[in-house]
Antibody, heavy 115, light 112 residues
Framework: QLQLQESGPGLVKPSETLSLTCTVS??????????WGWIRQPPGKGLEWIGC???????YYNPSLKSRVTISVDTSKNQFSLRLTSVTAADTAIYYC???????WGQGTLVTVSS | QTVVTQEPSLTVSPGGTVTLTCAST?????????PNWFQQKPGQAPRALIY???NKHSWTPARFSGSLLGGKAALTLSGVQPEDEAEYYC????????????FGGGTKLTVL
């Protein structure tokens, strides 16, 4: 059974960089024919697709976030990561990782942007 | 700015049938948008229900079905159960030079 688990700081200061990692178990990123993605959900609001990555490093990003987002992959650790720069309070959200086409999801991790 | 629109809220009686829809500001939704549907209950991660318009995951209850209806993607629940009360989100794929996935704003389904 494929499982994904997000990890990273729960509190980030404004203007700093948000960094999260997703660890995949029960399957291998390096041998999968799937993309791996990040989605976020501000408290009490809807879902927003952030972007995704293939094991080769090929990425697709939400155009509205593209200037601030980087998704990377480490196949040796079976992990992929999200970096979001210059964060503001509007980036406060539950961040989920998932296998694209978003069939398997992590439980999500709340990241709060506050000084 | 592409916007995907869903009904903000719907109410259905137990045992009834309800259809949720998903529209795109770019025009009619077709199979090329690979519509997906998700269910989310409070405090939980979204759960995938339907992919590529009408395909069910192995865990999707038979009472859920997906289709295209009048230029929109649609999710129909037949024989609604109390546990179906949840938020439902659609997701559309926008291909081209910069592939992008866009969620709808969600439909709050109340079973009453």
């Amino acid at each position: 059974q494929l499982q994904l688990q997000e990890s990273g700081p729960g509190l980030v200061k404004p203007s700093e960089t948000l960094s999260l990692t997703c660890t995949v178990s029960g399957g291998s990123i390096g041998t999968s024919n799937d993309y791996w993605g990040w989605i976020r959900q501000p408290p009490g609001k809807g879902l927003e697709w952030i972007g995704c990555i293939y094991f080769t490093g090929n990425t697709y990003y939400n155009p509205s976030l593209k200037s601030r987002v980087t998704i990377s992959v480490d196949t040796s650790k079976n992990q992929f990561s999200l970096r979001l720069t210059s964060v503001t309070a509007a980036d406060t959200a539950i961040y989920y990782c998932a296998r694209q086409p978003l069939d398997y999801w992590g439980q999500g991790t709340l990241v709060t942007v506050s000084s | 700015q592409t916007v995907v629109t869903q009904e903000p809220s719907l109410t259905v009686s137990p045992g009834g049938t309800v259809t949720l829809t998903c529209a795109s500001t770019t025009g009619a939704v077709t199979i090329d948008y690979f519509p997906n549907w998700f269910q989310q209950k409070p405090g939980q991660a979204p759960r995938a229900l339907i992919y590529s318009t009408s395909n069910k995951h192995s865990w999707t209850p038979a009472r859920f079905s997906g289709s295209l209806l009048g230029g929109k993607a649609a999710l129909t629940l037949s024989g609604v159960q109390p546990e179906d009360e949840a938020e439902y989100y659609c997701l559309l794929y926008y291909g081209g030079g910069q592939p992008n996935w866009v969620f709808g704003g969600g439909t709050k389904l109340t079973v009453l």
